[in-house]
C-alpha cells in the first residue's frame, strides 16, 4: 500500500531544499516562525530570541539574511523602539 502524500508535501521540501544553504542557526529560526505564525505578525528580536535561546544580535542578523531568501515568510524591518521590530507575513 503506498502512502499518499499531501499538495503540501512538494512545497515543504522546495522550501527546505530552498534553504539548505542556510546556517542551522538560521533554518531553526525559519522553523520557529513557520510554526509559530500564520498571516501577519510584528515581533521583536529579543523576543525570539528568548524563545530560541539566541541573542538579539544573532536573530536580527539572520532576520535581515532571511529578507532575501526566495522562499519563506515575507520579512520586514518595521521600526526600532526599544530594539528591533520585524513584520513577518506567512502564507
Do not use: F
Request: glycine content about 6%; aromatic content about 6%; some cysteine.
Amino acid at each position: 500500500m503506498c502512502a499518499q502524500r499531501s499538495p503540501n508535501d512538494d512545497s515543504e521540501r522546495d522550501r527546505s531544499d530552498a534553504h539548505s544553504d542556510l546556517p542551522p542557526k538560521a533554518r531553526r529560526l525559519l522553523a520557529y516562525l513557520d510554526a509559530e505564525l500564520d498571516g501577519e505578525s510584528y515581533l521583536k528580536s529579543r523576543d525570539i530570541a528568548g524563545d530560541l535561546e539566541l541573542s538579539a544580535k544573532e536573530i536580527g542578523a539572520m532576520m535581515a539574511r532571511l529578507q532575501d531568501e526566495p522562499v519563506g515568510p515575507t520579512i520586514e524591518k518595521w521600526g526600532y523602539t526599544n530594539g528591533t521590530t520585524w513584520r513577518v507575513t506567512t502564507d
